[in-house]
């Protein structure tokens, strides 16, 4: 009965509408500044009620679909960073995929209204990067910034990457010794920091950085010897050519005196500083000097190349500095290394049997090309060409194996 009632009402409602309809359509106009819009009354109802009908089936269709379908524009801030939680996963999977342009702009969306802007904006920073955009990467730093005070560090670290991944040398150091001079202790601003000189070779740097990159492990053991070095070795190398270009003999020798005398005592026992130190004054013509501390260190800092150059080099006291090599004989009676340097030794004074012991004493413990040209050139001094063209052969014919 209800029901018949309500359907006799609802034809009743459609008969009263269309009549009014017939008799008079109505008139509205919109207008809001140049735009207006018009039409009549009921065509507009007619929209409306179009507009209303397809939210609720599109918004009954988002819900069957798990909730994909929405129109609801973030207009409260709950749902403006649930948006940007969203741009801001999407873009970091972007990102991951090599995606720079489309991460850029997803990240830096989510920055907008997201809770977590640093790691947006620096996320964008570096997808600026490396699609090019370098305005917009300082743009993004500039915001990090002002979004997160008191981020210096993380803000500092990406601008020195990303500065050092474009060659932007001095501006990333720049950067590096700012952010070391507030965080000395920091392990990676010291290793962003090694790296930089490392490309710039200012190993004078460098060699003052070595204690603090050992002292916070920064890299390393096997690492740091190896850099420990080659920062010295160019240091030296530096130091020969800074000096050669003096005629006063102590002008000459002074910038490898000044490396040697800023190192500390632990340092003056490395092997590869101490050989660096003596080798380099060796190729400036101090030889005199260069014995007398190596004299003084044999026993303690005793190595095959540094052995092996006492014996080439030339001193003051000949007749000591065989002395102070033979001593050595009798912890390392079998060293083929300490035999060449001593029959060496004893060929500059003159004691040809001596040097020819020695020698053939080296070469029994070990074939060596030097140490068949230096018997042969001692053979051939005291007469026994026979022999000394066969010991010259031996080590010619070494030293071609050795360089094939």
């Known amino acids: 009965m209800k029901a018949t009632i309500l359907l006799l009402l609802v034809i009743a409602g459609c008969f009263g509408i269309a009549h009014l309809m017939v008799h008079d359509s109505g008139y509205v106009l919109i207008a809001y500044g140049r735009f207006s819009q018009e039409s009549t009354l009921w065509l507009f109802l007619l929209e409306v009620m ?109 601008q020195a990457e990303l500065l050092l991944a474009r060659g932007r040398l001095e501006q990333a150091l720049a950067t590096l010794k700012r952010l070391r001079k507030r965080f000395p202790k920091h392990s990676y601003v010291n290793k962003l920091l090694k790296r930089v ?20 492990n920064v890299v390393s053991s096997d690492e740091l010897d190896s850099l420990n070095q080659q920062v010295y070795t160019a240091l030296f190398e530096q130091a020969y050519q800074q000096g050669k270009c003096h005629t006063d003999r102590a002008d000459r020798i002074r910038p490898a005196e000044v490396i040697w005398h800023n190192l500390n005592k632990s340092q003056k026992k490395e092997d590869c500083l101490f050989y660096g130190f003596v080798h380099c004054m060796r190729r400036l013509g101090a030889e005199k000097e260069a014995e007398t501390i190596m004299r003084r260190h044999l026993s303690d800092l005793y190595s095959e190349r540094i052995i092996r150059l006492y014996g080439q080099i030339q001193g003051e006291d000949s007749g000591r500095q065989l002395l102070s090599a033979e001593k050595l004989l009798d912890e390392r009676p079998s060293d083929a290394e300490l035999l060449l340097a001593l029959g060496r030794l004893c060929i500059r004074k003159q004691l040809w049997g001596k040097a ?18 230096e018997l042969g050139q001692l053979l051939a001094h005291i007469g026994e060409h026979k022999k000394s063209t066969e010991f010259f052969r031996q080590g010619l014919s070494m030293t071609v194996a050795d360089q094939c």
Request: with cysteine; proline share 3%.
């Open 197 to 216: 000189y490392l490309r710039l070779h200012d190993w004078q740097a460098l060699s003052k950085l070595l204690p603090t990159l050992r002292k916070l």
């Open 50 to 158: 179009l507009v209303i009908t397809g939210y609720y089936v599109l918004k009954l269709g988002g819900g069957l679909l798990g909730g994909k379908i929405s129109l609801a524009y973030p207009l409260t801030q709950k749902s403006k960073r649930r948006r940007a939680q969203r741009q801001s996963a999407k873009g970091l999977i972007q990102f991951a995929n090599g995606h720079w342009q489309t991460a850029q702009k997803l990240l830096s969306r989510a920055a907008e209204f997201g809770q977590a802007p640093l790691l947006n904006y620096l996320a964008a920073a570096r997808a600026a990067h490396e699609n090019g955009d370098y305005e917009a990467c300082s743009d993004y730093l500039r915001k990090a910034d002002a979004s997160s005070p008191g981020a210096d560090i993380a803000i500092g670290i990406t």
């Open 356 to 373: 020819r012991e020695y020698f053939e004493t080296s070469l029994m413990l070990r074939k060596q090309a030097d140490t068949y040209n």
